[in-house]
Structure formats: C-alpha cells, structure tokens
C-alpha cells in the first residue's frame, strides 16, 4: 500500500459516519490507487449499505470476497448486505462462510442473530445474540442486540436486565 491510498482510505473511514457520499468518493480515490483492494470494497459496501444502496453493496461485498476469500470481515459484510437486499437463502451461504473462517466470533454471531432476526426466527436470534454476548461480554453492542431479540420473545425482565448492563458500557459498534 502506497501513502496515497491509505490517506485516502483513512479520510474515507473517518467521513463515513458524517457523510456516506463524501466517504464513497474517497473510497473511488484509495481505489484508484489500489483497485485489488478488499478493504476498499469492503468499506464501499458498508457504506452503500448506509445509503441504503443494499444491491450494490452486495455486489462490492462479494468483489471482496474474491479478493480475499480468508477475511472474515468480507463473508460478513457480503452477509449483511444480502440479508438487507432480502435474499436470505445467499446471507445465509456468505455467513456460513464467515462461521468455516471464525466459528467463536461475536460479530459473525451477532450476523447470524440479525439473519434470524430478518426471517421472523426470535428464539434463534435472541440465541445467537446471546453467544455473542458469552463471547465479548463487555460490548454494548452485543448487548443492545441481545435486550433486542430477547424483547422479541417477551422476555422482559432478562431484557431489562440487559438493557440496563448495556446502558452501563460505552455502546460501540464493532
């Protein structure tokens, strides 16, 4: 990696939360410098999905995978973006993927709960969450996830609880 790519993958990274349009057109600049990038895309894709854009965050996502079948993060985000697009049977393969890669990993975890999620499956989701939870238990993320599904299965007072822990702890997404 040249500097020119990564200041302009870190400009993109730190306008992504600000502005997804600026973000996306630094994007097109590190990739310019760096088009085999799977950081790149991968980033592209998260940031489309931010737009709302899931078809074509889908499509950058599987280009990342491609480019690096190993990455855990690319299986992820090709999951998520498939899953937002409404094709549940293609998450599915793309987190199967990312759980052959990280079987104990909260955030693939966390993807199959949101998957369940997305199919009506409660039980299944406020499970999985809780695995993530067992996993990185100091994360509000995963716990806000978990109070989530868990309130889906009317589970009160475990949610309250949750909710309460989760408050406590700097919510921070992975």
């Known amino acids: 990696m040249n500097f020119e790519w990564n200041a ?20 097109e600049e590190a990739s310019r410098h760096s ?6 895309v991968r980033v592209k894709s998260d940031l489309l ?5 899931y078809p074509a965050a889908a499509a950058a996502a ?11 993060r690319n299986w992820l985000a090709l999951s998520r973006a498939r899953r937002l697009t409404g094709v ?13 890669l ?19 499956r409660w039980q299944a989701a406020a499970e999985e969450a809780s695995l993530a939870v067992d996993i990185e238990p100091g ?5 806000a996830s978990l109070s989530e599904f868990l309130a889906r299965v009317d589970a009160a007072d475990e949610t309250l609880a949750v909710t309460n822990r989760a ?8």
């Open 8 to 27: 302009a993958l870190r400009d993109a990274l730190q306008l992504a939360g600000r502005d997804p349009e600026l973000a996306l057109a630094q994007i």
């Open 88 to 100: 549940p049977e293609l998450a599915e393969q793309a987190l199967h993927s990312a759980v052959n």
């Open 167 to 174: 408050s406590r702890l700097q919510l921070s997404v992975p």
């Open 35 to 40: 088009p085999r990038s799977a950081t790149a």
């Open 49 to 53: 999905i931010q737009k709302g854009d």
């Open 102 to 120: 990280a079987p104990v990993d909260a955030e693939v975890q966390t993807e199959a709960a949101h998957l369940a999620g997305s199919q009506g």
């Open 62 to 72: 599987q280009l990342a995978t491609t480019l690096e079948p190993d990455d855990v």
């Open 139 to 143: 994360t509000a993320y995963f716990r």
